[in-house]
């Protein structure tokens, strides 16, 4: 069972099949080709908090948390060039709901229509994305499901929207605790 914590053996210790299950291999960071592999080799049954794996087809690192396998690197970053870590964005010229893909990322938005940008709760806490109005429509950016308390510019309220009133003009939303969303940049109410 994974979690057990570091065992000291004794010099002379009975080295059991158990203590190698439990000590070792749980333990460690088990190498999957795939997740159809490694749930083949970890059914439900013997899967317990804190197990780690690695899948070589993905190149990442995933971690059990007691009710789901979650993907801890690469985190929310969309490549790594040499030393650069770059993460995520997108262009948009219609209105869209954020994604936790767009984590420390950038969404920019084209177009003379008014668009609506939709922040729900999917950052971690201290993340961002930034948007960026870089054509002639409004932008307006608004809290989206499992957001409670979201604030900027002076006000606050779940009902509250913010607007980047001029072209090449941004904002940035940030997580800072909880479910709660502050909005920061050149916004208006």
Not at 86 to 107: D, H, K, P, V
């Amino acid at each position: 069972m994974a979690g057990l914590g570091r065992k000291v053996f004794s010099a002379g210790e009975v080295l059991t099949a158990q203590a190698v299950q439990d000590f070792l291999m749980d333990q460690t960071t088990m190498v999957f080709s795939g997740t159809a592999a490694r749930g083949s080799a970890l059914p439900g049954s013997v899967v317990s908090e804190g197990m780690v794996t690695y899948q070589t087809d993905t190149n990442t690192i995933t971690v059990y948390d007691g009710a789901a396998w979650q993907q801890v690197y690469p985190a929310s970053i969309s490549s790594v060039a040499g030393s650069q870590v770059q993460f995520g964005g997108t262009t948009t010229t219609t209105s869209m709901t954020a994604t936790s893909a767009l984590e420390n990322g950038t969404i920019w938005v084209n177009g003379t229509a008014a668009v609506t940008i939709t922040v729900p709760d999917v950052l971690q806490t201290w993340d961002t994305i930034t948007i960026w109005r870089n054509a002639g429509g409004t932008v307006t950016i608004a809290a989206g499901s499992g957001v409670t308390d979201w604030a900027g510019g002076g006000t606050a309220g779940t009902a509250v929207t913010f607007k980047i009133d001029q072209t090449y003009n941004a904002a940035t939303v940030q997580k800072v605790a909880a479910n709660t969303y502050r909005v920061v940049g050149k916004i208006t109410v």
